[in-house]
């Protein structure tokens, strides 16, 4: 399956900084007004290409700059011969500037502009123009309503740079939001349009750069990446002379009694994604099933710390925490790991543990918590971690002095220098048990394989989530294991093993 994003850029913005951008392309000499109606074409022609039989539309128009694309939209709509209409949600004679122009060229055109009206009758392509990056705290009435009239009307829906509502900093919907079948983007590609709810309302994602310079938009440091094969690391191929002894050892700490399946999928998992030898220390009781189920793992039951610490000598990566559990058990497995100076991943019971203090997080560790393990260790509730999951990311790895992944639908990867990622692949398909249990293994394979931490965490994201979209074309009931065969071909594809 081709990587349907590849025509997305990889940098990602916020508000601020697009507002930025905008502002240095205008400094440098292209006026606003131009800006926007470059916006108002790029918008159209990606209107026209999805719906080319529609015939009609209806923008809903703000009082901003977004407005003014809606305005031109309908203006363009109208010169093409279709059935155009503006449902001005802000009375036209507040407009002003750009907003005020694109109006009145609107009016022009022979466009019908009316008040919109909670009755107001909608028809063909609906136009959100609602409101744009200049969105500040809950979205208030008449928009609020406006959009659920939108939402409720079954018509289909383009956004205008992205989708009202919807924060371009968090993806989080500011009480409510837009549901878009398509977003058309402009100028910078913005972080909020791929994380949190916004997988929800973006629907498909296009970009339109507005042939802005690109050393202006290049002098700007980006606020994140966007996770592409061409910039997530890359496998060394490996010597004809290759041995395993250059490909690491890990050992996966999990499994109490009832959740022996989670430390063995990890264990697979690296193994599957080409760690030179993989070690599994769990309860006695599940080394029979493990060796019956993959005999290249190397199963070992552990009943206490210091056995495990005798284990933990022969090894290079640790993966802590499948199935671990909160009792006894898992508390003294944790607590001996930690003392290791071993590159870690901690997920699930881990996180758990250590967000009561069980244990403290050794140099070189990549944490993987889903949002309710995320919120236990930042000690909030979990809508308070998804309202801003890049905030929440980027203070676990502050927290921790780690490498963290914030899982969930846009999973983040930050590092504690500030260094954020965003992956826009995946699948709901993916939201079953034993999803995360793979990815903890696969970081820790490619950890073991020498990648560092965060190129490791970012790889391992991309890799799982494009292995669930392939996956996920036969629909629901992915089983976790499912993705071994898929992420091999896939790390493959992107890194082969030999020249
Ligand atoms: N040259 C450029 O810059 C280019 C910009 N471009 C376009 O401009 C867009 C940004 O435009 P913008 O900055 O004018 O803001 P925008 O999103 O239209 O809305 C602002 C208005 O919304 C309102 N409002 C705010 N919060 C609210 C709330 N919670 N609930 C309800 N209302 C709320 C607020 O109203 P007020 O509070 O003032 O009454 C304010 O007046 C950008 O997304 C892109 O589409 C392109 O044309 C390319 C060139
Ligand atoms: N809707 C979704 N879209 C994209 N990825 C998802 C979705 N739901 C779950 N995932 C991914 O599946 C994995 C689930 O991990 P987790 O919740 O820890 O499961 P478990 O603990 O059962 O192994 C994560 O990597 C997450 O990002
Ligand atoms: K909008």
């Given at each position: 399956?081709?990587?349907?994003?590849?025509?997305?850029?990889?940098?990602?913005?916020?508000?601020?900084?697009?507002?930025?951008?905008?502002?240095?392309?205008?400094?440098?000499?292209?006026?606003?007004?131009?800006?926007?109606?470059?916006?108002?074409?790029?918008?159209?022609?990606?209107?026209?290409?999805?719906?080319?039989?529609?015939?009609?539309?209806?923008?809903?128009?703000?009082?901003?700059?977004?407005?003014?694309?809606?305005?031109?939209?309908?203006?363009?709509?109208?010169?093409?011969?279709?059935?155009?209409?503006?449902?001005?949600?802000?009375?036209?004679?507040?407009?002003?500037?750009?907003?005020?122009?694109?109006?009145?060229?609107?009016?022009?055109?022979?466009?019908?502009?009316?008040?919109?009206?909670?009755?107001?009758?909608?028809?063909?392509?609906?136009?959100?123009?609602?409101?744009?990056?200049?969105?500040?705290?809950?979205?208030?009435?008449?928009?609020?309503?406006?959009?659920?009239?939108?939402?409720?009307?079954?018509?289909?829906?383009?956004?205008?740079?992205?989708?009202?509502?919807?924060?371009?900093?968090?993806?989080?919907?500011?009480?409510?939001?837009?549901?878009?079948?398509?977003?058309?983007?402009?100028?910078?590609?913005?972080?909020?349009?791929?994380?949190?709810?916004?997988?929800?309302?973006?629907?498909?994602l296009a970009f339109a750069?507005?042939?802005?310079?690109?050393?202006?938009?290049?002098?700007?440091?980006?606020?994140?990446?966007?996770?592409?094969?061409?910039?997530?690391?890359?496998?060394?191929?490996?010597?004809?002379?290759?041995?395993?002894?250059?490909?690491?050892?890990?050992?996966?700490?999990?499994?109490?009694?009832?959740?022996?399946?989670?430390?063995?999928?990890?264990?697979?998992?690296?193994?599957?994604?080409?760690?030179?030898?993989?070690?599994?220390?769990?309860?006695?009781?599940?080394?029979?099933?493990?060796?019956?189920r993959r005999a290249e793992?190397?199963?070992?039951?552990?009943?206490?710390?210091?056995?495990?610490?005798?284990?933990?000598?022969?090894?290079?990566?640790?993966?802590?925490?499948?199935?671990?559990?909160?009792?006894?058990?898992?508390?003294?497995?944790?607590?001996?790991?930690?003392?290791?100076?071993?590159?870690?991943?901690?997920?699930?019971?881990?996180?758990?543990?250590?967000?009561?203090?069980?244990?403290?997080?050794?140099?070189?560790?990549?944490?993987?918590?889903?949002?309710?393990?995320?919120?236990?260790?930042?000690?909030?509730?979990?809508?308070?971690?998804?309202?801003?999951?890049?905030?929440?990311?980027?203070?676990?790895?502050?927290?921790?002095?780690?490498v963290a992944i914030l899982?969930?639908?846009?999973?983040?990867?930050?590092?504690?220098?500030?260094?954020?990622?965003?992956?826009?692949?995946?699948?709901?398909?993916?939201?079953?048990?034993?999803?995360?249990?793979?990815?903890?293994?696969?970081?820790?394979?490619?950890?073991?394989?020498?990648?560092?931490?965060?190129?490791?965490?970012?790889?391992?994201?991309?890799?799982?989530?494009?292995?669930?979209?392939?996956?996920?074309?036969?629909?629901?009931?992915?089983?976790?294991?499912?993705?071994?065969?898929?992420?091999?071909?896939?790390?493959?594809?992107?890194?082969?093993?030999?020249?």
């Amino acid at each position: 399956m081709p990587d349907s994003h590849d025509d997305l850029p990889i940098p990602l913005y916020s508000a601020a900084q697009v507002r930025e951008l905008d502002a240095r392309l205008i400094a440098a000499g292209t006026p606003g007004f131009e800006l926007m109606q470059r916006a108002g074409h790029a918008a159209w022609r990606a209107l026209r290409r999805r719906w080319p039989d529609a015939g009609a539309l209806t923008v809903l128009a703000g009082r901003g700059n977004n407005a003014g694309d809606g305005y031109l939209v309908a203006a363009l709509a109208k010169r093409a011969g279709w059935l155009a209409r503006v449902l001005a949600v802000c009375n036209p004679a507040q407009l002003q500037g750009d907003a005020a122009k694109a109006c009145d060229e609107a009016r022009q055109a022979g466009v019908e502009i009316q008040p919109w009206r909670e009755c107001a009758r909608l028809e063909g392509v609906l136009v959100d123009a609602l409101l744009g990056t200049g969105l500040s705290g809950e979205v208030r009435e008449p928009y609020a309503q406006a959009i659920r009239q939108l939402n409720a009307s079954g018509l289909p829906v383009m956004a205008v740079d992205i989708p009202s509502g919807l924060s371009a900093d968090t993806g989080r919907a500011l009480g409510v939001a837009v549901r878009a079948e398509l977003t058309v983007t402009f100028i910078g590609l913005k972080l909020g349009l791929l994380t949190g709810d916004a997988p929800d309302c973006v629907g498909a994602l296009a970009f339109a750069d507005l042939q802005a310079d690109p050393q202006i938009v290049a002098g700007l440091p980006a606020e994140a990446v966007r996770l592409a094969a061409g910039n997530v690391a890359r496998l060394a191929p490996r010597p004809r002379s290759a041995h395993k002894g250059r490909y690491g050892h890990l050992l996966v700490v999990g499994g109490d009694r009832g959740l022996g399946g989670a430390a063995l999928l990890s264990a697979e998992s690296a193994l599957r994604s080409g760690a030179g030898l993989v070690s599994l220390a769990t309860r006695s009781e599940h080394v029979p099933a493990a060796l019956a189920r993959r005999a290249e793992v190397m199963s070992v039951g552990v009943s206490s710390a210091n056995q495990l610490l005798a284990l933990m000598e022969r090894v290079d990566v640790l993966v802590v925490g499948p199935g671990l559990g909160q009792a006894a058990w898992g508390r003294s497995l944790l607590s001996a790991a930690a003392r290791g100076a071993r590159a870690q991943i901690w997920d699930a019971d881990a996180l758990n543990l250590l967000s009561v203090g069980a244990a403290s997080v050794p140099a070189n560790t990549v944490l993987t918590p889903h949002p309710g393990e995320a919120a236990r260790l930042l000690g909030c509730d979990i809508s308070a971690v998804q309202a801003d999951r890049p905030a929440a990311v980027r203070a676990l790895a502050r927290k921790y002095a780690a490498v963290a992944i914030l899982k969930g639908a846009g999973s983040l990867i930050a590092d504690p220098d500030g260094r954020l990622a965003v992956c826009d692949h995946g699948h709901p398909a993916m939201a079953g048990a034993g999803l995360g249990d793979v990815l903890a293994g696969l970081v820790g394979g490619l950890l073991a394989q020498g990648l560092p931490p965060f190129e490791a965490a970012c790889l391992a994201v991309w890799l799982h989530a494009r292995a669930g979209e392939r996956l996920a074309v036969q629909g629901r009931g992915l089983a976790a294991g499912d993705l071994f065969p898929v992420v091999r071909q896939l790390l493959e594809e992107h890194a082969p093993c030999l020249n």
